[in-house]
């Protein structure tokens, strides 16, 4: 389908992606396999408590979309039913462990090496993580070996950009916007994206593979006083090149 019928068919399509529930794993997927971001971590027998990433903001993904900063803002203050499940599967026996904290958080795009000025956020959730519901996953994040998590969304607000000035609502949205996206190449290469400003977030999913490299559990902080960062306030994360470390996982 190219631009003009893109463009043509723009509200049928857009009520096409707002009838279904997708499934994404952020968006960056140009840096390491996982950071040294410190978020919380506690471990006892029975519970862990972790921060887990669920997505990160202002990336052109698979689906065409770039998810808008504060994307998930108003669902995260007005739902009281955000899961940590496995693997997407909505149902009771897939809950791994009970979220503390579900929050969007500042990150410096050369923090995340990406040669970019300027700012993208990260969706963050802390969680405790409990053996009776999921004891394998337990063990799994006890071994620190789930690295990958991915976001259960709904559409609730999109726009539709594209880099045609004979379309001029949609080439608004375009200039608008073009220039934050970290992965601008793509964009432009493709020529059109859809701007998706407001989602309702049902769920963050360990999951075994993501599209997005950036989703890890974070790791245990090294210093006490880099705990703060994340857990205590909404700073940009402080986070430098030489700490981003490839993990086989």
Do not use: C
């Not at 971590?41 to 862990?48: G, I, Y």
């Not at 000035?165 to 793509?186: A, H, L, M, R, T």
């Not at 309702?200 to 006083?225: F, Q, R, Y």
């Amino acid at each position: 389908m190219n631009i003009s019928e893109i463009v043509k068919n723009k509200t049928e399509l857009i009520s096409l992606k707002k009838a279904e529930m997708k499934t994404v794993s952020g968006g960056i997927t140009s840096v390491s396999k996982t950071s040294a971001l410190k978020g919380v971590f506690k471990d006892s027998e029975l519970t862990l408590e972790r921060t887990i990433v669920g997505n990160t903001y202002l990336w052109m993904d698979s689906h065409d979309d770039v998810h808008a900063k504060n994307i998930f803002a108003k669902s995260i203050q007005e739902s009281k039913n955000i899961f940590h499940l496995h693997d997407h599967e909505f149902k009771i026996t897939a809950k791994v462990g009970e979220p503390m904290k579900v929050y969007e958080q500042t990150i410096s795009w050369k923090d995340l090496g990406v040669e970019k000025e300027g700012t993208t956020q990260a969706l963050l959730m802390d969680t405790e993580i409990k053996k009776d519901y999921n004891s394998h996953v337990f063990t799994e994040y006890k071994s620190n070996k789930i690295n990958q998590h991915s976001v259960g969304m709904v559409y609730v607000k999109i726009d539709l950009a594209v880099n045609d000035p004979e379309f001029e609502d949609e080439f608004k949205v375009w200039s608008d916007n073009i220039d934050s996206i970290g992965n601008q190449d793509k964009a432009e290469k493709k020529g059109y994206f859809w701007l998706v400003r407001e989602a309702k977030l049902l769920e963050i999913s360990a999951v075994l593979l993501g599209s997005n490299e950036l989703t890890p559990t974070l790791p245990e902080h090294e210093d006490p006083e880099e705990a703060d960062i994340i857990t205590t306030t909404k700073e940009p994360m402080k986070i430098t090149q030489d700490l981003l470390k490839r993990r086989n996982i």
